[in-house]
């Protein structure tokens, strides 16, 4: 058998090609040698980056609410858990997790792609929300958030020099939401 990395992700297919039968994965995973994170995917250590795991494992999620807000540094302290928007058709079961502290918000949205942008994270690239669409979405989905997260997620958009109050206005009017927006923002601003 080959020897294999530490801190990476490989999936069953990988370690069955190195000489690593399903046999020796479970008895691996039961001498805690190894990490089993969903069916057909592992990790070599228990010190692994959370938020990189779950861009390889979801690719097709999209960082929102509190993970957005850390993302911008808004917020000081990582969330609890990572917060990631997916579209309603994909499978439930597959976000599903023990391992990683995950929160999909299944959504049969017409404007899941609205504010969506491509970042960098350790070299890999991640869906997120813009911060538009971020602080649209905390305005729109307050009751998701505590009074404090709510409260820094606009302090730092408002001190943000990054921001763009048109695009905020021009989303806040595609979700309907734009008399909302303006009176929290004339109240910051």
């Known amino acids: 058998?080959?020897?294999?990395?530490?801190?990476?992700?490989?999936?069953?297919?990988?370690?069955?090609?190195?000489?690593?039968?399903?046999?020796?994965?479970?008895?691996?995973?039961?001498?805690?040698?190894?990490?089993r994170l969903q069916r057909g995917f592992y990790i070599i250590d228990d010190e692994f980056d959370e938020l990189e795991l779950i861009i390889q494992l979801f690719p097709e999620s999209i960082l929102c609410l509190n993970s957005a807000l850390y993302y911008y540094g808004y917020l000081q302290t990582k969330p609890r858990e990572y917060a990631v928007a997916v579209d309603k058709s994909h499978n439930r079961n597959k976000y599903r997790h023990n391992s990683l502290p995950l929160k999909a918000?299944?959504?049969?949205?017409?404007?899941?792609?609205?504010?969506?942008?491509?970042?960098?994270?350790?070299?890999?690239?991640?869906?997120?929300?813009?911060?538009?669409?971020?602080?649209?979405?905390?305005?729109?989905?307050?009751?998701?958030?505590?009074?404090?997260?709510?409260?820094?997620?606009?302090?730092g958009?408002?001190?943000?020099?990054?921001k763009d109050i048109n695009r905020l206005l021009t989303y806040a009017s595609i979700l309907k939401i734009q008399k909302k927006v303006e009176l929290i923002m004339e109240a910051w601003l």
């Open 1 to 35: 058998m080959i020897e294999i990395e530490n801190f990476r992700l490989y999936s069953a297919n990988e370690l069955n090609r190195l000489g690593y039968s399903s046999n020796s994965l479970t008895d691996l995973t039961r001498q805690k040698a190894i990490t």
């Open 105 to 155: 918000y299944f959504r049969d949205d017409k404007y899941i792609r609205l504010g969506l942008h491509q970042s960098s994270y350790r070299g890999r690239t991640i869906n997120i929300y813009d911060r538009e669409r971020t602080i649209c979405d905390c305005i729109r989905r307050k009751n998701l958030l505590d009074h404090q997260t709510y409260q820094a997620a606009i302090k």
């Open 157 to 162: 958009y408002v001190g943000d020099t990054a």
